[in-house]
Nanobody, 121 residues
Framework: QVQVVESGGGLVETGGSLRLSCAAS????????MGWFRQAPGKEREFVAA??????TVADSVKGRFTISRDNTKNTVYLHMKSLKPEDTALYYC????????????????WGQGTQVTVSS
């Protein structure tokens, strides 16, 4: 059974940077998509970025500020965030999917508990 664990969240000032990590364990496959979503209080869960094989996709709302990378030797995916804004404050989730770069949360089957990112103004 696949499990994913996020880490790296925290409190950062506007304009700052953070790197989130998501480590997958269990019956993982380097061919699975690993993605990031976020959910702010009172809002729906929002797609952020995903990685599949050598391909990646990033949501328009964070493009140019967030990037995703992956280390298959460690079964780990990273979300690199820079120029953070208060509106980036959310609980960030990692998830896996057997599909290629889906952006809808329903296509992801394994979810972590999330890591909180708070950007102060």
């Amino acid at each position: 059974q696949v499990q994913v664990v996020e880490s790296g969240g925290g409190l950062v000032e506007t304009g700052g940077s953070l790197r989130l990590s998501c480590a997958a364990s269990g019956e993982t496959s380097s061919r699975a998509t690993m993605g990031w979503f976020r959910q702010a209080p009172g809002k729906e869960r929002e797609f952020v970025a995903a990685s599949w094989r050598s391909l990646t996709t990033v949501a328009d709302s964070v493009k140019g500020r967030f990037t995703i990378s992956r280390d298959n030797t460690k079964n780990t995916v990273y979300l690199h965030m820079k120029s953070l804004k208060p509106e980036d404050t959310a609980l960030y989730y990692c998830a896996t999917s057997a599909n290629a770069l889906p952006t809808k949360s329903v296509e992801y089957t394994t979810w972590g508990q999330g890591t909180q990112v708070t950007v102060s103004s």
